[in-house]
């Protein structure tokens, strides 16, 4: 079973950046697909960015430029960095994960999920 587990949410001014992190366990890294998603009040929780097996991260287009994605396989972590934030970027933020099928940024493709972390940002 995989267990995600996030931190690094906060408030923030426009403008601040903040880090996320989402530390797996349960079963190798190495093995696990993983990505951020993200959850504003009253809309449909939408992918953020995807880590890709064979290349760079994909990114939802609201976020290209000013969110990074990596994985650093030693620690088993994931991590979101966040910069030039903005406030439609206030939501819970979720790490997820899966065994099968990397890339996606659709909620469709992952079995595993955090209880998320919440980023606000003020203007």
């Known amino acids: 079973q995989v267990q995600l587990v996030e931190s690094g949410g906060g408030s923030v001014q426009a403008g601040g950046s903040l880090r996320l992190s989402c530390a797996a366990s349960?079963?190798?890294?190495?093995?696990?697909?993983v990505a951020w998603f993200r959850q504003a009040p009253g809309k449909e929780r939408e992918g953020v960015a995807a880590?890709?097996?064979?290349?760079?991260?994909t990114y939802a287009d609201s976020v290209k430029g000013r969110f990074t994605a990596s994985t650093d396989t030693a620690q088993s972590t994931l991590y979101l960095q966040m910069n030039a934030l903005k406030p439609e970027d206030t939501a819970i933020y979720y790490c997820?994960?899966?065994?099968?099928?990397?890339?996606?940024?659709?909620?469709?493709?992952?079995?595993?999920w955090g209880q998320g972390t919440q980023v606000t940002v003020s203007s």
């Open positions: 997820a994960a899966d065994q099968r099928r990397c890339g996606w940024l659709s909620t469709l493709y992952y079995d595993y």
């Open positions: 349960g079963v190798p890294f190495s093995s696990l697909c």
């Open positions: 880590i890709q097996r064979y290349e760079g991260p």
